[in-house]
């Protein structure tokens, strides 16, 4: 069922009068003290929240590149380079 954009617009414009009447008519205090009591704690689990889900996002990528960094470091490591060997001085 498609609704008409004339009657998206409509119901849009009722709910923000009906947010503008809350926000500024009889019940404004305690509308505010709701909004106030809902924004702290927003506050106080953002920033968890937000390190919690960076870490979730970048774990992949971030195990690839260090996975990637330490097999080059064990590879170099591991095995002495060829020339090194060839121009070592030699006892006689």
């Given amino acids: 069922m ?10 849009i ?21 709701l909004l106030e009591l ?3 704690f927003v506050i106080a689990i953002a920033w968890p929240i937000a390190a919690v889900l960076i870490v979730l996002i970048l774990r992949k990528p971030l195990g690839d ?5 330490a097999g080059k470091m064990r590879a170099a490591a591991s095995a002495p380079s ?11």
């Fill in 2 to 11: 498609t609704v008409s954009n004339s009657l998206k617009i409509a119901a």
């Fill in 13 to 33: 414009v009722a709910c923000v009068i009906i947010f503008l009447f809350v926000a500024v008519g009889p019940t404004a205090l305690n509308f505010r003290a």
């Fill in 38 to 40: 809902v924004f702290n």
């Fill in 65 to 69: 590149l260090v996975s990637r960094d």
């Fill in 82 to 92: 060829q020339k090194s060997s060839e121009t070592g001085s030699k006892p006689d």
